[in-house]
């Protein structure tokens, strides 16, 4: 995989004066209000399944500092991957791919119902393609402070979505909905930038299962067998 392969929404956020992480945004639920983290930059590059995982486990020990003496209920974080450039933007639908992992202490609360975005007076809910169910490794700090469970899915996006001011969100399938992961505006490649035809609500149509496979096992190895 080549650096150049794709671009990548990320997050830069602190989680106190010792504990710094990069790479995703994340949002959770606490016995302290929810918070959310919107800052976003973008970074190049493929992610595997051990990075995303290190991930997590980064933000569990940020979070046991934070919540020192409480449990986070739940928590969703995602990565957004786009296509390589504007021909496979074109032949993918107009859709970006989204990883969405939610943990919780609660196996009745996963798989999540639904992903969906809100933007303006409309809503989007998004097309799960691919869902697997994980355990968090034995005596990790993801699963002490999120929970034993695990589901992680891949959506399509639609890339129009997220033009402009958004929220995309995540019901649970008990306990919770409305459950903020993120908000927009994203800094988005520039051949989608300039693609006039660009809709919101009606990117075109799904791309194939080839297509779909191509850019899940490039952008996101180790994922799916």
């Known amino acids: 995989m ?4 794709i671009v990548r929404i990320f997050v830069v956020v602190c989680c106190g ?9 994340r949002s959770a639920d606490a016995t302290s209000p929810e918070h959310t983290f919107e800052n976003t930059n973008v970074a190049k590059g493929g992610l595997t399944i051990d990075a995303f995982n290190r991930r997590l486990e ?3 020990r940020c979070d046991q500092q934070r919540y020192a003496g409480s449990a986070v209920s739940r928590i969703v974080q995602f ?10 933007y074109k032949s993918f639908g107009k859709y970006g791919l989204l990883l969405v992992s939610a943990l919780s202490h609660d196996a009745s609360e996963l798989p999540l119902a639904k992903v969906y975005v809100q933007f303006g007076g409309s809503t989007v809910e998004l097309q799960r393609v691919v869902s697997i169910p994980r355990e968090p490794a034995p005596n990790s700090a993801a699963g002490s ?3 034993q469970y695990r589901q992680d899915a891949f959506y399509l996006i639609p890339a129009g979505a997220l033009s ?3 929220t995309l969100l995540a019901d649970f399938a008990v306990h919770r909905s409305g459950f903020i992961v993120t908000k927009g505006p994203l800094t988005l490649p520039d051949f989608i930038k300039s693609d006039v ?8 149509p799904l791309p194939s299962a080839n297509a779909f496979v191509v850019l899940l096992r490039r952008e996101y190895p180790g994922f799916v067998n």
Request: hydrophobic fraction near 40%.
């Open 79 to 88: 990565d957004l991957a786009f296509p390589r450039d504007a021909n496979e």
């Open 58 to 60: 980064d933000a569990a």
């Open 2 to 5: 080549t650096l150049t392969s």
């Open 145 to 147: 402070e999120y929970g």
């Open 197 to 204: 035809t660009l809709s919101k609500t009606d990117p075109g």
């Open 17 to 25: 004066a010792a504990c710094l992480w990069i790479g995703e945004a």
């Open 164 to 166: 402009d001011d958004f």
